[in-house]
């Protein structure tokens, strides 16, 4: 291979990749974006947001305690030895 055919396949995959993002956008549109016609409807959008955020925080459940790390018991320790 020479340098014109990586260079040409670097540009195919390129452009490949592009095509199929801009693809996947289309497709998603709605949801990505989000259209208000006015502020209010924006402020709404923001307020009805934030509650539902705020109460999928608090319906998880108390809080866990931390980790703390620990070693066994030295009872527990035992050697292994290997030998050739």
């Not at 925080?57 to 305690?65: A, E, I, N």
Request: aromatic share 4%; charged share 15%; hydrophobic share 40%.
């Amino acid at each position: 291979m020479n340098t014109l055919d990586i260079v040409l396949i670097n540009i195919i995959c390129y452009m490949g990749g592009l095509g199929t993002a801009f693809g996947i956008f289309l497709k998603y549109k709605q949801a990505l974006l989000l259209r208000t016609h006015s502020h209010a409807q924006l402020q709404d959008l923001v307020r009805n947001l934030t509650n539902d955020l705020q109460n999928n925080g608090t319906s998880l459940g108390p809080p866990t305690p931390p980790i703390v790390a620990s070693a066994p018991p030295p009872h527990e320790i035992k050697e292994i030895v290997i030998r050739n």
